[in-house]
């Protein structure tokens, strides 16, 4: 039987909270399905092992998570460990080092799931973010002079190459031509009179390529303001790293929270392990209560089987989220229910049994 092996990184606050129900479902997918299965290898990394150890994660660690074939992440960063310092050297260093440049962002607001956008629906609120993951504003490119003197100046530079450029841009491309729809870029030429301009100009130099496809280009702050207005003109959208990061948040206060919020990072060449995780931070202020929303882990989880081909299991985990939130019946506080995070992931895997066709 072909065994998939994952890397878990539970991480901090609710991270393990919400990974230990989304490894209960993805088992449950593969138990159903019967031709395949996980082996989860747990590693300990984050803020409280920071603490003991003065490490984020081992120094080989890069090399250990070399031969998984995917990572499964909670969340990354706590009160104690300065975030800066946290996220740098585990989430972002993987992100980077394992060369997962495509960070693919569902925003779709399922049937049941509460919105802020009145008469919005899952035609009409279905996204697909598409945000460049490796470079931009996240490069880490910069200085601190002068520390604490009058003349104090730190740089924060932005990197845009040729080829980070190129490859985002062609991958949305290449997944709006699959599915059929058109291509957002979202980026901010008029005050970015570098990196923008350049963005721009690759995107319309690429649309050449794909005359199939329809495009559309709007300045990030009028692009924020359209998606509560107008998100049914949004369908895969390709940002730079930080306005992605942004405007995924506010998409998933559009399709029902962060607790719905799905991330994954992928390496398209398949050099390296992509990884899955929900966009959701630690949420200190929820943290040890048990009542995190698991859903997102969950969503994610579906993302991965994506990955490794079981598009119909993928879909499956989508439509017993949709059952869950349509029953009402156990749903987290944040979805205005009372029950806790296992609870949630086990009526996932109840509904996932009694589903025909698996
Ligand atoms: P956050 O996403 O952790 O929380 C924002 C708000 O959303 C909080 O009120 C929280 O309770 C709520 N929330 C988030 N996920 C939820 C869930 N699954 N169920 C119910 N409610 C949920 O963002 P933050 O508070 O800005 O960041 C907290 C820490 O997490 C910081 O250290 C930050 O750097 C880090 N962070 C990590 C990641 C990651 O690992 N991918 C992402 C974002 C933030
Ligand atoms: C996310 C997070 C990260 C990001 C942080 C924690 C570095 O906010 O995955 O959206 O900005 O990419
Ligand atoms: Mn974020």
Same mark, same amino acid.
């Given at each position: 039987m072909k065994t998939y092996k994952i890397a878990v990184i539970p991480g901090d606050g609710i991270g393990p909270e919400v990974i230990d129900a989304g490894i209960k479902v993805l088992e449950k997918a593969a138990e159903l399905d019967g031709t395949f299965q996980f082996d989860f290898t747990h590693f300990p990394w984050g803020c409280e092992y920071y603490l003991k150890h003065g490490k984020m994660m081992d120094e080989d660690g890069i090399e250990r998570l070399k031969p998984f074939d995917a990572i499964y992440l909670g969340a990354v960063g706590f009160p104690g460990v300065p975030d800066h310092i946290s996220l740098w050297d585990l989430l972002l260093?993987?992100?980077?080092? $394992?060369? #997962? %440049?495509?960070?693919?962002?569902?925003? #779709?607001?399922?049937?049941?799931?509460?919105?802020?956008?009145? !008469? &919005?629906?899952?035609?009409?609120?279905?996204?697909?973010?598409?945000?460049?993951?490796?470079? &931009?504003? %996240?490069? &880490?490119?910069?200085?601190?002079? $002068?520390r604490g003197k009058p003349e104090e100046v730190v740089l924060q530079t932005a990197v845009f190459s040729r080829k980070g450029t190129e490859r985002i841009i062609r991958y949305a491309f290449e997944t709006a031509r699959k599915l059929g729809k058109s291509v957002t870029s979202i980026s901010k030429a008029n005050a970015l009179n570098y990196s923008m301009v350049f963005w721009d100009e690759v995107f319309a130099q690429m649309s050449e390529e794909y005359p199939d496809v329809k495009t559309h280009s709007y300045l990030v702050d009028a692009a924020a303001m359209l998606m509560i207005k107008d998100p049914a003109r949004f369908e895969v959208v390709v940002t730079s790293n930080l306005f992605g990061d942004i405007l995924t948040d506010l998409g998933a206060a559009l399709a029902g929270g962060m607790g719905l919020a799905a991330g994954a990072n992928i390496n398209p060449e398949r050099n390296y392990p992509s990884m899955f995780e929900p966009v959701h931070g630690s949420a200190p202020d929820i943290a040890g209560k048990g009542i995190a929303n698991p859903l997102a882990a969950v969503w994610s989880a579906s993302q991965m089987?994506? $990955? $490794? !081909? %079981?598009?119909?299991?993928?879909?499956?985990?989508?439509?017993? @989220?949709? *059952?869950?939130?349509?029953?009402?019946?156990?749903? /987290?506080?944040?979805?205005? !229910?009372?029950?806790? *995070? /296992?609870?949630?992931?086990?009526?996932? *895997?109840? @509904?996932?049994d009694n589903m025909e066709d698996v």
């Open positions: 260093r993987i992100r980077k080092e $394992f060369d #997962q %440049y495509v960070n693919i962002r569902p925003i #779709q607001l399922l049937n049941g799931a509460p919105s802020p956008i009145i !008469g &919005g629906s899952k035609e009409t609120v279905d996204m697909l973010f598409i945000r460049e993951n490796s470079e &931009g504003e %996240y490069a &880490g490119a910069g200085d601190w002079l $002068f089987l994506d $990955f $490794f !081909g %079981y598009d119909h299991l993928g879909k499956k985990l989508l439509s017993a @989220i949709e *059952t869950l939130l349509e029953e009402k019946a156990v749903l /987290t506080p944040d979805l205005g !229910g009372n029950a806790s *995070t /296992t609870d949630v992931g086990r009526r996932i *895997t109840e @509904i996932l």
